[in-house]
């Protein structure tokens, strides 16, 4: 079994829904990851969850900084 860990960005924060009403700040991106690395992730997955809405995609600066420290694979995604 692996396990791969999805943050869901909005801005520079990782963001969870609640309840299908809204959005909560749950973190700093490259915190959490380091994080889910140290507890055994096999692979990270960053979601722009915004990015379409918007017209753009934040995740370049966010996903190489992560790349300096963190070794496991990265899918990125959003803006598609």
Avoid: Q, W
Wanted: charged letters at 25%.
């Amino acid at each position: 079994m692996r396990v791969i860990p999805r943050l869901d960005i909005k801005g520079p924060n990782v963001v969870k829904g609640i309840h299908l009403e809204g959005l909560r700040v749950v973190g700093d991106p490259g915190r959490l990851a380091l994080k889910y690395c140290e507890e055994g992730a096999d692979e990270l997955i960053y979601m722009d969850i915004v990015a379409t809405l918007y017209g753009r995609n934040n995740l370049l600066g966010i996903v190489e900084k992560a790349a300096e420290s963190l070794f496991v694979p990265m899918t990125v995604g959003g803006g598609v």
